[in-house]
Nanobody
Framework: QVQLVESGGGLVQAGGSLRLSCAAS????????MGWFRQAPGKEREFVAA????????YYTESVKGRFTVSRDNAKNTVYLQMNSLKPEDTAVYYC????????????????????WGQGTQVTVSS
C-alpha cells in the first residue's frame, strides 16, 4: 500500500523556521514529480512548491519564493520543505503529493495533477 506521511509541522513564532518531511512507503517515488500544497481553514487547497524527479527543477508559488525551499533525497524516498521567515499567513495544513509516471525534468502545480496524497501536517505561525 502506497503511503505518504508528512511530519515536522508545529507551532512557531513569526520569523521562525520549520522543516517538513514527506516519507513515502510502499513503493519508490524516485522517478516521480512531487509537490507540496497547503490548505487554510475555509480556503481551497493551494499549490506551494513542486520538484521534478531528479530534483533539478523546482517551482514555487509567488508568496513563498525566497523563503521556502523544496528538496528531495531519492535514496531515502523523502521530500522536504524548508520554511524560513514564516508569516502568520503561512498557517495551514501542509500536504505532500506524488504524481504517477516518469516526467523527466517536469514539475506540476495543480492539485488534479497528483495521484497520491499524504494526510497533512499542521503548521501554525503566531504573530
Amino acid at each position: 500500500q502506497v503511503q505518504l506521511v508528512e511530519s515536522g509541522g508545529g507551532l512557531v513564532q513569526a520569523g521562525g523556521s520549520l522543516r517538513l518531511s514527506c516519507a513515502a512507503s510502499g513503493r519508490t517515488f524516485s522517478r516521480n514529480p512531487m509537490g507540496w500544497f497547503r490548505q487554510a481553514p475555509g480556503k481551497e487547497r493551494e499549490f506551494v512548491a513542486a520538484i521534478s524527479a531528479s530534483g533539478g527543477s523546482t517551482y514555487y508559488t509567488e508568496s513563498v519564493k525566497g523563503r521556502f525551499t523544496v528538496s528531495r533525497d531519492n535514496a531515502k524516498n523523502t521530500v522536504y520543505l524548508q520554511m524560513n521567515s514564516l508569516k502568520p499567513e503561512d498557517t495551514a495544513v501542509y500536504y505532500c503529493a506524488a504524481k504517477e509516471g516518469f516526467w523527466g525534468s517536469r514539475y506540476f502545480t495543480g492539485t488534479g495533477h497528483y495521484d497520491y496524497w499524504g494526510q497533512g501536517t499542521q503548521v501554525t505561525v503566531s504573530s
